[in-house]
C-alpha cells in the first residue's frame, strides 16, 4: 500500500481518524463538515450510510461542495462491507485525501442484527479505518452521541472512540483523546 510522503522530511505520512460526536441530526453536522472540508477547493469522499447527501440536498449546498465531492451511498439497512471497495474506488478516483463517514454505526442498532454480529462487523470497520488512515487519508466518522435504548451495543460508539485519533462532540468544544473513552466495557472492544 502506498503512503503519502511528506516532501520537507521525506517521510511516509499516516492518516488520522477523527470521530464527531452529535446529539441534532446528522445532516447538519455532516453539511458543516463537507463545507469545510471542500472550502478550499479539497476533493472529498463522502460515504452516506444515513441519507443525508440525497441529490436534492447536495444541490442546495454551495458550488464549492457539490463540485469536490463525490458521494458513494449505503442503503440504511445494507451491509457496509460490500461498500469499502466502491469507497476506495471513488476515493482512488478522485484523489481525494479526506473521506466523511455519515451514519457507520447507525445499522449495527437494528434489531434485526445480533449483538455479537455488531461487534463482529464494528471490528471490520476498524480495520478498514486502520487500512485508510495508514494509507495517508484523512477519514471522519460522524454518529449519533445518543444511546438510549441501545442496551448491549452502547460500547460500539465508545468502541470506535478508543479507536479514533481524535474525538470531537458538537461545534466548539475541545477534543478528547480515545483514553476518556476507555473504560471497563469497552476496553476490551476496543
Not at 172 to 186: F, K
Request: charged share 20%; proline share 3%; glycine share 6%.
Amino acid at each position: 500500500m502506498m503512503k503519502l510522503v511528506n516532501d520537507s522530511m521525506n517521510e511516509a505520512k499516516e492518516g488520522t481518524l477523527t470521530v464527531w460526536r452529535t446529539e441534532g441530526p446528522l445532516e447538519d453536522i455532516a453539511f458543516d463538515l463537507a463545507a469545510e472540508l471542500t472550502a478550499s477547493g479539497g476533493r472529498l469522499v463522502v460515504l452516506d450510510a444515513a441519507g443525508c447527501f440525497d441529490p436534492s440536498s447536495v444541490s442546495r449546498t454551495a458550488v464549492t461542495i457539490a463540485l469536490n465531492m463525490h458521494v458513494v451511498r449505503a442503503s440504511h439497512s445494507g451491509d457496509l462491507q460490500s461498500l469499502w471497495p466502491a469507497l476506495r474506488a471513488a476515493q482512488q478516483q478522485t484523489q481525494a485525501r479526506r473521506i466523511l463517514i455519515v451514519g457507520m454505526l447507525e445499522h449495527l442498532y437494528t434489531r434485526e442484527m445480533l449483538t455479537r454480529d455488531a461487534a463482529r462487523a464494528l471490528g471490520r470497520m476498524k480495520l478498514v479505518l486502520e487500512t485508510l488512515t495508514r494509507s495517508g487519508l484523512e477519514v471522519i466518522v460522524v454518529c449519533k452521541a445518543d444511546a438510549a435504548d441501545l442496551g448491549a451495543r452502547s460500547y460500539l460508539l465508545a468502541s470506535l472512540c478508543a479507536s479514533a485519533d481524535e474525538v470531537r462532540y458538537g461545534y466548539g468544544r475541545a477534543p478528547l483523546t480515545p483514553q476518556q473513552y476507555i473504560d471497563g466495557s469497552s476496553a476490551a472492544i476496543a
